[in-house]
């Protein structure tokens, strides 16, 4: 019995979830060390090197990019915060299958690039046609895919790859090119695999003092538009000399409404009275008529 006892009090000793801690999965600094996700670990060290998949429609909160599956991996962790870095992307199977139909060829690639801060990455294209297209023009479309993405790597540092990859800059530079020797249909990057961090730490541009700077240089471009304003008040006392000499004829004209006035009295006058003059005839014949019929009875 008493090692029955000391078993179980043993079982309960070992319970690993009571030693576990919570801490909050931070994005690259790509993506503004977003809060991703939460995980459980009873060492922070524990944490190194896990990955974590989360769609970019939580991150943006843009319906149009949940089809896009995005990896991070643990690089280090402070204190309850675990900040991870870019491992690789993919699209998601619904997605490619609605693109992909019969009677369409696609041309699909894949290219190893190094950017300009010494990052090594794996690239995976494909483009869509309208129709089935020959193995001749499939290797100009895979020639020309090679060449763009090859020159945006190395004039581009990591951050600025995956910005312009994941908004689709890359691949509407594709389409161009691809377009002069076939009409494609649509060009995607359906997959990335990063193999070496960047080495070289590169200053990039920010986009948000450039703003900041630009209304700076407007205000001084309005105050002069205000300084011409203040001669008008020397013109206002010649438009007021224009308006008194206006008046005076204004009044000679008046008296050329009084004699039309006259006039339509007089007239007005002249057929009162012949109404009158007529009334006064028909009244007069109607009392001679009622006189005249008693004598007829005698």
């Known amino acids: 019995m008493a090692k029955a006892r000391a078993r179980s009090s043993a079982r309960k000793v070992k319970d690993k979830w009571r030693a576990k801690n919570w801490y ?9 060390e977003v809060i991703v996700a939460e995980t459980l670990a009873e060492k922070p060290e524990m944490l190194q090197n896990r990955i974590t998949e989360v769609s970019m429609q939580n991150i943006t909160n843009d319906f149009r990019k949940s089809h896009i599956k995005l990896f991070f991996r643990v690089d280090h962790v402070q204190d ?3 900040h991870t870095v870019y491992d690789g992307h993919t699209l998601t199977s619904d997605y490619l299958r609605r693109m992909i139909r019969r009677r ?8 190893d690039i190094t950017t300009r801060d010494g990052a090594q990455l794996r690239v995976k294209p494909f483009a869509i046609t309208e129709k089935r297209i020959q193995t001749s023009q499939k290797k100009l479309i895979r020639q020309t895919m090679k060449d763009t993405i090859l020159k945006e790597g190395k004039t581009k540092t990591l951050n600025e ?15 161009k090119n ?15 695999e990063i193999y070496q961090q960047p080495t070289i730490q590169i200053e990039e541009p920010e986009p948000p003092q450039e703003e900041t700077e630009k209304p ?5 471009k309005e105050k002069p538009e205000k300084l011409p304003k203040e001669p008008k008040t020397e013109e206002k006392p010649e438009e007021s000399k224009e308006i008194s000499e206006e008046k005076p004829e204004k009044t000679k004209e008046k ?14 006058k002249k057929t009162t009275t012949k109404k009158t003059a007529a009334k006064k005839k028909t009244t007069t014949k109607k009392t001679t008529k009622k006189a005249a019929k008693p004598k007829k009875e005698e």
């Open 178 to 192: 691809c377009k002069t020797l076939y009409p494609v249909k649509r060009i995607e990057i359906f997959k990335t």
């Open 161 to 175: 790859f995956l910005r312009d990859m994941l908004d689709g800059k890359i691949g509407s530079e594709i389409y």
């Open 216 to 220: 700076e240089e407007k205000t001084p």
């Open 80 to 82: 309850s915060d675990a």
């Open 104 to 111: 369409k060829s696609r041309v699909d690639g894949v290219y």
């Open 255 to 268: 008296p050329k409404t009084t004699k039309k006035a006259s006039t339509k009295k007089a007239t007005t």
């Open 24 to 32: 909050q999965i931070h994005a690259p600094k790509i993506f503004d």
